[in-house]
Every structure is written in structure tokens, then in C-alpha cells.
């Protein structure tokens, strides 16, 4: 049997920074409003637009979610096979490989020049680099560190797809002033094949027989739920025989819709405020950078504090808080407060970032880290789920002129979330063995 170590090797932290490199990249899902609002007039949907960004076509709020909408469900289901490559192949050919697509992706939105672009480009072809670079960083970082460090080492690898925001909005909304939509599309994409193919090559798993080092024994049994999580590494064809498995993926659902619903419309939600502060009407990427702060602080944040207090704890306090925020945007808006605005959308960014964080350190914990990346991908069909909001809410948006209704519906969702998690206990292998011998 393998010494366990005291100290985690250098090769753990490269492969954790390395991926947050390569989240980096793939987040531009995140400034997604930011073309949104280049795209979208409603009364002139249709129309070929002029000067710089001629050839182009004016969308509704509807159609300009659709891509959007599409790439989340595309990154959802191709992270079960991108689990399957990290595990069997390498999570280095698997981040290379979602970059490389991500980028092509970019380039083929930005000189196609229509919604069909949109589609192939930024739905299609970037939800499949997504969901394959995706699966690669996180379980590869997480199988070198045990179960006391599982929550914060998440957060930081995913801490860079929400962090992306924070660069993705300015830089974006630089591009297409200077260059046009096309401009920024062809130029952001070229830039991430750049990053992504050097930090993939950066990613390691752990070799044969590794044991990571243990956390305190106190610390272990304060968080009580995780301290034996490793004792057995579920397969995928066990896991589907228990009903946490499908409890996760709901409250992955729960936990996605309200972030998603935010992030696709952060940058009119700002417009909406902010129509008698020019500066914040001229500068309304600067919610979509500061959500990428949040966003990318909710998921250290919440990860660190859930190795602490335990996940449930965690993730029942973020969306308890978030649910008040949902209820309270309709009032923000119409007051015009840029500074309320700013905290409630920013505990919605917190709230959905921790989710992010918290779900792979929940499948860990319940099915062990061995095949992490694969039973990973399957839970996370429910993030991609969540997306029926983003879609939900610009229909609403088109049909009332508001997205009232949706923020509503958004929080009363995200308490039915808070029950659940209450309720759904860690699966004891002991007990699942004898359940399935007797129905054998």
C-alpha cells in the first residue's frame, strides 16, 4: 500500500492553477449579454444592420437566447463523454481538445454573420468545447487532494469560468466597438486556442497507488458527512440505482436556473436601472465584469466554507438568500438603485458560482473520487437543465416587457431547493450492497 503524504506534491497546485487557466477561457458563456445587447432590437428584428457590423441581423430578446440556451444544454450532455476522456484517456487531450472546438466555434459565429452562425458557432460547436474542456481540470485537480480540501480546490479550478467575466465583458465590449461583432467573435477565439492548448498541456493525474494526504481529524469530523465519503468508489451503472443520484441533478437544477437567468441578462438589467445615470447606460458591461468577480468568489468562497460547515449547510444558506434577491429584483429595477441592484444581483452571482463549486464536491463525497470525472458529467446534465429559465425568462420578457414573472418563479424554485438538500443524505455503500443482494 502507498505512503500517504503529508504535504501535497507541487504537480497538485499546477494542475489546479492550470485549470483555472483553461476555465478562464471557456467562460465567455458567462459574457454572453454582452453580444446579446449588440444583437437584440426588437422593433427592428430582421433587419440587416449597417456600418461596422453590416451584414449582421437585429434579433429579439427570444431568438438572441436561443444560442445561449443551446450551448448550456450542448456543455451539459458532452461532459459525460468529456468525463469518460479525463478518466480514460487524459484530462490533457480532453481540455485541448474543448478548447480547440470552443475557438473554432468563435470563428465560425464571428464570419458566418447571421443567427445560423450563432447557432453552429457559439450553440453547437461552443457547448461542445465547453462541456468537453470542462470536464477535464476539475477531477484531475480534485483526485490529488482528500476529502477536508475537496470544497476550496473545486472553487479555485472552477473559479475561472466564472472569473471569466471579469476580462470576457470589457475585452468583448472593446472588440465590438473597435472591430464589430465579427471583430470580437474571431479575435476571442483566437486567443483561447492560444491559452488552452498550453495549460492543457500542464494537466496530470495522480500516478497508480497515490494516497492524498489527510486533512485534521478533527476537521474531518466536524464536517461529519464527508469523512468517510472515500471509503468506496461508486461506478456510474451504481450510481443510477440511487435516488441521490437523481436528487443531486434536481438540485443542480434548482441551483443553475437563477444564475443562468441573471448572467443571460445582466447587461440589460443594468440598461433597465440605470436610464438616467449615463455613464452606467454607456458602461453596462461593468455588471457582467463585476457578476465574474462574484461569480468567481462564490465558488472559492462557498467551497471553502462548505469544507467547513458542511455542503448541505453551504448550499442551503446560499439559495435561501439568493430566493429573497430573486423576489426583490423587480423592485430594484423599478426604483433605478444601481447600488441595491448591484448587491442583489451580486448574492445571485455568489449563490450560482457556490452551486458550481458545491456539486462536484456533493459527488465526490457521495460516490467517491476515482471516477469523478464521468459520474461528475452525468450530475451535471442538471446544470444543463437549468437553462429553461434563461429561455423562460426572454419569453416572458417579449410577451410582458418585463422579466418580472421569471424572477418570481426563479426564487420560489430556489427555496424548493433548499428542502431538498435538507433531505438528501450521503448513500451508505454498506447498505446499498444489501439492498441490491436482495433483490438479486
Not at 102 to 120: D, Q
Not at 160 to 167: C, D, E, R, S
Request: glycine share 14%; with cysteine; hydrophobic share 50%.
Amino acid at each position: 500500500m502507498a505512503e500517504q503524504l503529508t504535504k501535497e506534491p507541487a504537480q497538485a497546485w499546477i494542475t489546479t492553477f492550470s485549470g483555472t487557466a483553461i476555465n478562464l477561457c471557456l467562460g465567455i458563456l458567462y459574457a454572453w449579454s454582452i453580444w446579446k445587447t449588440a444583437l437584440v432590437n426588437t422593433d427592428r428584428a430582421g433587419q440587416i444592420m449597417s456600418g461596422m457590423n453590416e451584414g449582421w441581423v437585429y434579433l429579439n430578446n427570444a431568438q438572441a437566447s436561443t444560442p445561449f440556451s443551446l450551448c448550456v444544454i450542448i456543455f451539459a450532455l458532452l461532459m459525460i463523454p468529456g468525463g469518460r476522456i479525463q478518466d480514460r484517456i487524459s484530462p490533457k487531450f480532453g481540455a485541448t481538445l474543448g478548447g480547440l472546438c470552443l475557438a473554432a466555434g468563435c470563428i465560425i459565429a464571428g464570419l458566418m454573420k447571421s443567427y445560423t452562425g450563432l447557432i453552429i458557432g457559439f450553440g453547437i460547436l461552443g457547448g461542445i468545447g465547453m462541456g468537453i474542456g470542462y470536464a477535464a481540470p476539475t477531477p484531475a485537480a480534485l483526485k490529488w487532494f482528500g476529502p477536508h480540501r475537496r470544497g476550496l480546490i473545486a472553487g479555485l479550478v472552477v473559479g475561472g469560468y466564472g472569473g471569466a467575466a471579469l476580462y470576457i465583458g470589457a475585452l468583448g465590449q472593446l472588440l465590438i466597438d473597435k472591430y464589430g461583432i465579427t471583430g470580437s467573435f474571431v479575435g476571442l477565439g483566437v486567443f483561447f486556442a492560444i491559452v488552452v492548448v498550453i495549460a492543457g498541456q500542464m494537466l496530470k493525474i495522480p500516478p497508480p497507488g497515490y494516497v492524498p494526504p489527510a486533512g485534521p481529524q478533527a476537521k474531518a469530523l466536524k464536517v461529519g458527512e464527508v469523512s468517510k465519503s472515500t471509503a468506496h468508489n461508486w461506478e456510474a451503472g451504481d450510481i443510477f440505482k440511487t435516488w441521490q443520484f437523481y436528487a443531486l441533478v434536481v438540485m443542480f437544477i434548482l441551483t443553475t436556473q437563477s444564475g443562468l437567468l441573471i448572467i443571460a441578462n445582466a447587461n440589460g438589467l443594468m440598461l433597465s436601472a440605470a436610464k438616467e445615470l449615463p455613464f452606467f447606460m454607456a458602461n453596462a458591461w461593468i455588471l457582467v465584469s463585476y457578476g465574474g468577480l462574484v461569480n468567481a468568489s462564490g465558488r472559492v468562497g462557498t467551497g471553502w466554507y462548505s469544507d467547513k460547515i458542511g455542503r448541505v449547510n453551504a448550499y442551503s444558506i446560499n439559495c435561501g438568500i439568493s430566493a429573497l434577491c430573486m423576489f426583490m429584483l423587480p423592485y430594484v429595477i423599478t426604483s433605478k438603485s444601481i447600488f441595491l441592484l448591484f448587491i442583489v444581483v451580486g448574492i445571485g452571482y455568489w449563490q450560482y458560482g457556490g452551486g458550481l463549486s458545491l456539486m462536484p464536491a456533493f459527488t465526490g463525497d457521495f460516490y467517491g473520487p476515482k471516477n469523478l470525472g464521468f459520474n461528475y458529467g452525468l450530475v451535471f446534465i442538471g446544470w444543463g437543465l437549468g437553462f429553461f429559465m434563461a429561455r423562460l425568462g426572454g419569453t416572458i420578457e417579449d410577451i410582458t416587457g418585463s422579466l418580472d414573472y421569471a424572477f418570481y418563479i426563479s426564487g420560489v424554485l430556489l427555496i424548493l431547493a433548499v428542502i431538498l438538500a435538507r433531505v438528501t443524505k450521503r448513500p451508505q455503500w454498506s447498505k446499498f450492497q444489501g439492498l441490491a443482494g436482495s433483490e438479486a
